[in-house]
C-alpha cells in the first residue's frame, strides 16, 4: 500500500515527503513507543506509529530502513526533526487517532503486523 493511501485511511497530515509518499510502499505496520521494540522486532517495508516525538526515533528509523513514521495523538515533530527527517528521505505524518485507533484502521485496510 502507498504512503499516500496510508494517510487517507487514518486522515493523517504529510508533514514531510510528500514527494517520497506517493511511491513509498508499506506492508506491515508496528505501533510503539519503546523503540529497543522497534528494533527487535521491525522487518521490512513498515510503517512506525508512535506517541513519541523526539529525535531517537527517526535515529531508530534510519537504523532499520524505516521510510515511514506516523505521529498519533495529534503530537507534531520538532522543526529539528522535520529537518532530520528531510535530510534522511523518511516520510512524517501526524494523526490526531490514538495508536490503537491508527493501527486497527490500516489492519482493516490490509496491512499487517509483523510476525
Known sequence: MR??????????EIIVGKE??????????CGS???????AFVKERV???SGLTN???LRTADLMDIRLIIFVRGKKP??????MAREQGI???????????????????GIKGDS
Do not use: W
Not at 517520497?20 to 505496520?29: G, M, P
Not at 513507543?33 to 528494533?39: E, G, H, K, W
Not at 512524517?92 to 489492519?107: E, P, Q, S
Open 33 to 39: 513507543d519503546l523503540m529497543s521494540d522497534v528494533i
Open 47 to 49: 510503517a512506525l506509529l
Open 3 to 12: 504512503a499516500t493511501e496510508i494517510a487517507q485511511i487514518i486522515n493523517a
Open 91 to 109: 516520510v512524517l505524518m501526524r494523526t490526531h487517532d490514538t495508536m490503537f485507533v491508527a493501527c486497527g484502521k490500516l489492519y482493516q485496510a
Open 78 to 83: 520538532s522543526e529539528e526533526m522535520i529537518q
Open 20 to 29: 517520497i509518499a506517493y511511491d513509498l510502499d508499506v506492508e506491515t505496520a
Open 55 to 57: 529525535p531517537q526515533v
